[in-house]
């Protein structure tokens, strides 16, 4: 049972395309998020979501939109490839953590396996 | 959100115990300390949080000095299996759309035969 799935696990494209990668979860979260993890391996959060609010990242260009149609699924939409989205994109959906409790607690994330996204 | 430094990279031997410590001398009184671990080709996963003194769970132990100014990840008797890189990220309390993990740079840990 995958909690947080992906899909394409793998996607190569042309610059100037449009294109989307699909999230689910099955956890029954409320929150979901999309990362982009580039060559360097550094994490940046792009969005978050839950039935509220969306949260977007200022960095992000309005080129990339996350679509939910309903609580299980977080889509996310890039038009106008670049050459610089390649990176590898990851979903993630959040609750509560049960370890810190007596004072609280932070949010835990489930990741999903990423989608490589090369743009030629 | 506080910033957090680790180091770039560790090595170790299969069965050694491996300490990480991360340093975050700026973390707010609602900040929380939390460890996630990603292998190559695959998203992190949460490994521990805590907020003060000491946190232990099947796969690791956490522990935080009385001024939460850094905090430390113990996997004890390490395996080739837990090569991987290791992010120590602080934030507040909550969830929702208003919480979101700041990444650092992480520390790859290298286990040797």
């Known amino acids: 049972d995958t909690a947080v799935s992906q899909t394409p696990k793998y996607l190569v494209t042309q610059m100037g395309n449009d294109k989307s990668i699909k999230c689910e979860q099955n956890?029954?979260?409320?929150?979901m998020y999309w990362y982009k993890q580039d060559s360097k391996k550094f994490l940046k959060i792009m969005f978050s979501?839950?039935?509220?609010?969306?949260?977007i990242n200022e960095t992000v260009p309005n080129r990339f939109s996350p679509k939910s149609p309903d609580k299980a699924h977080l889509n996310l939409h890039i038009n106008s490839l670049e050459l610089g989205d390649s990176a590898v994109y990851f979903c993630?959906?959040?609750?509560?953590?049960?370890?810190?409790?007596?004072?609280?607690?932070?949010?835990?994330?489930?990741f999903g396996p990423g989608t490589r996204l090369l743009v030629l | 959100l506080a910033k957090t430094t680790q180091p770039i990279s560790m090595d170790s031997y299969e069965g050694q115990e491996v300490n990480i410590t991360c340093s975050h001398n700026?973390?707010?009184?609602?900040?929380?300390i939390t460890w996630y671990q990603q292998f190559p080709s695959q998203g992190p996963r949460f490994i521990i949080q805590?907020?003060?003194t000491k946190v232990t769970n099947e796969v690791a132990s956490l522990f935080i000095p009385a001024d939460r100014k850094s905090s430390t990840l113990s996997l004890p008797r390490v395996s080739l299996s837990d090569t991987a890189v290791y992010y120590c990220?602080?934030?507040?309390?909550?969830?929702?759309?208003?919480?979101?993990?700041?990444f650092g740079t992480g520390t790859l840990l290298a286990v040797q035969p």
């Open positions: 993630a959906s959040g609750t509560k953590s049960t370890e810190a409790r007596g004072w609280g607690s932070q949010e835990t994330q489930y």
């Open positions: 956890l029954g979260h409320d929150t």
């Open positions: 979501y839950n039935n509220k609010e969306l949260i």
């Open positions: 700026n973390i707010a009184t609602n900040d929380y």
């Open positions: 805590g907020y003060k």
């Open positions: 990220l602080v934030g507040p309390r909550g969830g929702g759309a208003t919480n979101k993990l700041i």
